[in-house]
């Protein structure tokens, strides 16, 4: 980094969006932050410490940040060791690629922000969170928002105002946060009261509802633990240990209780009423009363599952699921991260699209709720879950197809031949993913593999009463037979057999 002669004011803890085909827009945001000094970067890429001309180095497991769940003490503690071995670094600077594993993801953006509050109170060292705005999709976006105290540009440091510091955010009331929002805001407002309106206003949000994101201000506070809920394959829910909780409970039905927190999951914010939820876990049965008595076993189990008679709440007639604040769900940044890859295939930004397909594929483990036994997947008046799952998977198959496509356009074939069987493993009768496992094979050169491709494909379709493929993948077929007339007599036969 060279010597600006900037002056660097104290406790600087900001964010940074930064794209890596950008040298001189890092160089002078960060010359704000170190005054030339050197710098320390937290980072798994030689390319990113040479683009913020790191001086020093470490990477994520030296800093304790692949542990889940995030351990901020311990990082810390690591943090502050290294730092003392070095004491000329004037900044740290966080490749927050460490972030988009699944298991952190948002959470972690949250801990994180924990720990640069902490870590810059050292005299001296400013902070920067350094995200590429790539690879940002909306939740790391907006939990990027609430970390930290400031944004870093080449223009200057600015006031972050959706920042909340540690002791604000979890010893005070509402009106108090929004004040101090407000402060940050309007200078003569700090410290001012009589919120009362806004207070009532926010306060409308203050239920979560997994299908909204969550908002910039929490509407509540909570001593429980996040959880991360893993919902594509079998379902698991993790409250606040590296362990999934455990649905065997003695006196419990475990397969119930895993239903029930999937229902009400799947339900949101409005809950789900109580002869709803009889008529799924005790389909048929008589008479009601007996289905309310063990629907409030149920419930009960579910709570001790969950670790707390909160965990559920109770209004009139109706459960819902009470989600501590902070907590995450793998299906929103599945589909965040696939809707992200696909725009970055449409604009030819095809590394960046590989990227995120990967880390799309390592999201989807298998149908949403994959565990669920299959008789409460529905019920006579309600199929709550089926096209969901359907709607994702399709999402899965689309994820592979186009990673194939990518792939097979870099002569990565092998590679390539794989996603394209996985979509054909997800839904056989996918035109497009067979389609694509045919043009592999071909572009292998492996003839009698793409005519069997085919062939299974066809039998496919008459399984299910279509009498052959539609004409769009028969004319590609054909257009990759006639493109083969150079072959032996053998080949020729075995590809005029596929014809027929």
């Known amino acids: 980094m060279p010597d600006t002669g900037a002056t660097v004011p104290n406790e600087i803890n900001a964010t940074l969006f930064f794209a890596a085909d950008e040298p001189e827009f890092v160089a002078g945001a960060m010359s704000h932050a170190t005054g030339g000094e050197p710098v320390l970067a937290i980072t798994g890429s030689d390319a990113f410490a040479r683009l913020f001309g790191?001086?020093?180095?470490?990477?994520?497991?030296?800093?304790?940040?692949?542990?889940?769940?995030?351990?901020?003490?311990?990082?810390?503690?690591?943090?502050?060791?290294?730092?003392?071995?070095?004491?000329?670094?004037?900044?740290?600077?966080?490749?927050?690629?460490?972030?988009?594993?699944?298991?952190?993801?948002?959470?972690?953006?949250?801990?994180?922000?924990?720990?640069?509050?902490?870590l810059c109170a050292r005299p001296g060292v400013a902070v920067v969170s350094a995200f590429d705005k790539e690879f940002l999709v909306e939740d790391q976006l907006q939990a990027a928002m609430r970390a930290t105290q400031q944004f870093i540009s080449p223009s200057g440091l600015r006031e972050n105002p959706h920042w909340l510091p540690n002791e604000i955010r979890l010893g005070s009331t509402?009106?108090?946060?929004?004040?101090?929002?407000?402060?940050?805001?309007?200078?003569?407002?700090?410290?001012?009261?009589?919120?009362?309106?806004?207070?009532?206003?926010?306060?409308?949000?203050?239920?979560?509802?997994?299908?909204?994101?969550?908002?910039?201000?929490?509407?509540?506070t909570s001593d429980r633990p996040p959880w991360y809920i893993r919902c594509l394959g079998p379902l698991e829910v993790f409250a606040g240990g590296p362990e999934p909780v455990d649905w065997r409970q003695p006196g419990s039905a475990p397969k119930k209780t895993r239903t029930l927190f999937a229902y009400l999951l799947n339900a949101g914010e409005k809950g789900a009423h109580a002869d709803q939820i009889c008529e799924l876990l005790w389909q048929g049965e008589e008479p009601n009363a007996k289905k309310r008595a063990r629907l409030h076993h149920t419930v009960a189990m579910l709570r001790r599952t969950l670790g707390g008679q909160d965990a559920v709440l109770r209004i009139d007639e109706s459960y819902r699921l009470?989600?501590?604040?902070?907590?995450?769900?793998?299906?929103?940044?599945?589909?965040?991260?696939?809707?992200?890859?696909?725009?970055?295939?449409?604009?030819?930004?095809?590394?960046?699209?590989?990227k995120l397909y990967l880390e799309g594929e390592r999201q989807y483990r298998g149908d949403l709720f994959e565990n669920l036994p299959h008789e409460y997947l529905s019920t006579e008046t309600e199929d709550w879950i089926i096209p969901r799952r359907t709607w994702l998977r399709d999402m899965a198959v689309r994820l592979h197809y186009d990673m194939s496509k990518l792939l097979r356009r870099y002569s990565r074939l092998g590679e390539a031949l794989d996603h394209a069987l996985k979509a054909v493993a997800l839904d056989p009768l996918n035109e497009a993913a067979n389609t694509e496992a045919m043009r592999v094979f071909h572009a292998q050169g492996r003839i009698e593999a793409m005519h069997r491709q085919f062939r299974q494909?066809?039998?496919?379709?008459?399984?299910i009463g279509v009498s052959a493929?539609?004409?769009?993948?028969?004319?590609?077929?054909?257009?990759?037979?006639?493109?083969?007339?150079h072959l032996s007599p053998t080949r020729r036969k075995m590809r005029d057999l596929s014809l027929r």
């Open 54 to 118: 790191a001086g020093h180095s470490m990477d994520f497991a030296e800093a304790q940040l692949d542990s889940v769940p995030l351990n901020i003490d311990d990082v810390l503690d690591r943090l502050r060791q290294r730092l003392a071995a070095v004491p000329d670094v004037a900044c740290v600077v966080i490749d927050m690629s460490w972030t988009h594993a699944p298991a952190t993801s948002v959470g972690g953006i949250e801990g994180w922000g924990d720990i640069a509050e902490r």
């Open 174 to 220: 509402l009106d108090e946060k929004l004040g101090f929002m407000l402060g940050r805001i309007v200078p003569e407002f700090a410290g001012s009261g009589g919120l009362r309106r806004i207070d009532q206003m926010a306060a409308r949000g203050g239920a979560p509802d997994w299908l909204d994101r969550a908002p910039l201000v929490p509407a509540e």
């Open 322 to 354: 009470n989600v501590p604040p902070g907590s995450r769900i793998d299906v929103d940044s599945f589909e965040q991260i696939c809707r992200r890859g696909l725009s970055f295939a449409r604009a030819g930004k095809n590394e960046a699209a590989l």
């Open 457 to 463: 494909y066809s039998a496919a379709l008459n399984a």
């Open 469 to 485: 493929p539609g004409p769009e993948v028969t004319s590609v077929y054909g257009e990759m037979c006639r493109s083969l007339d």
